[in-house]
């Protein structure tokens, strides 16, 4: 079954091109890893909630953006695997340091329960 690595995380704004950059020197990885699809989204319309939102979520500054991304996989196993070698693998070493803070990223795995196109 399908299942999705999603991430929420604060990026500072002026990071926005680096973010990009780093995102996509990434995606080689996860890809020979067994990622299908890897979606990376800047907010450009995030409300500010009262109760919650996404803002209060990541601890987001007011020079940060929210951006939320997703890694697309076919499996849970899949996509466990591939963590495990991200750990291990001494290239990764040449990503450098991540363009925002990454104690205040959050993620998780996902099954889907509806899909509709």
Known sequence: MTYYSGFLLAVPTENKQKYIDHARMAWPY?????????VE?????????????FYMATKAKEDETILFSWIEWSDKD??????AKMMSDPDMAKMGDMPFDGMR?????????????
Do not use: I, L
């Not at 996860?30 to 890897?38: E, N, S, T």
């Open 78 to 83: 899949t996509a466990d695997a591939a963590y």
């Open 105 to 117: 990223m959050m993620w998780g795995g996902f099954e889907p329960v509806v899909d509709e196109s």
């Open 41 to 53: 989204n800047w907010g450009v319309d995030v409300p500010h909630g009262k109760v919650t939102d």
């Open 30 to 38: 996860f890809k020979k890893w067994g990622a299908q699809r890897m």
